[in-house]
């Protein structure tokens, strides 16, 4: 008796360490979604917590380039452009993985919007800039 006891206790817990084994690699790390990706960036471009750090690990490669060229050149300028704006999630665009997200910009000088281009990098959705010239 004590040895089906046993065996029933070991078998029990092999199928809880395998149950979880099958899931896809997108459930075991939940995707940040490209609208939350692209608020954040916006709030931290307006806070100033945006240094090369945090783009390596939020743009892509190129979006690392331009925009750390950009805040070098003049961040104060950058960041005081942003003062007392508030962000809010338009329309969202995801076409396999490149992603657009419209955010409304509404602040002293009244309501706008941005568009922000994201690609998906590794599984993880990362701010995307193409250059202007």
């Not at 997108?26 to 783009?55: F, H, R, T, W």
């Not at 508030?86 to 409304?104: H, P």
Request: hydrophobic residues 40%; glycine residues 10%.
């Amino acid at each position: 008796m004590k040895k089906m006891v046993k065996s029933i206790v070991a078998a029990a817990c092999v199928c809880a360490l395998f149950a979880g084994c099958g899931k896809a690699p997108e459930e075991a790390a939940k995707v940040v979604p490209p609208e939350e990706v692209a608020l954040d960036y916006m709030k931290s471009m307006q806070s100033g917590k945006v240094d090369e750090a945090y783009l390596k690990e939020h743009c892509t490669e190129n979006a690392v380039k331009i925009i750390g060229e950009l805040l070098s050149s003049g961040k104060e300028g950058v960041m005081s452009e942003l003062k007392g704006i508030k962000f809010s999630v338009g329309e969202v665009k995801v076409e396999g993985d490149s992603a657009k997200v419209t955010l409304t910009k509404e602040g002293p000088g009244g309501k706008d919007s941005d568009t922000i281009d994201l690609k998906k990098v590794d599984g993880k959705w990362r701010v995307d800039v193409e250059p202007s010239w």
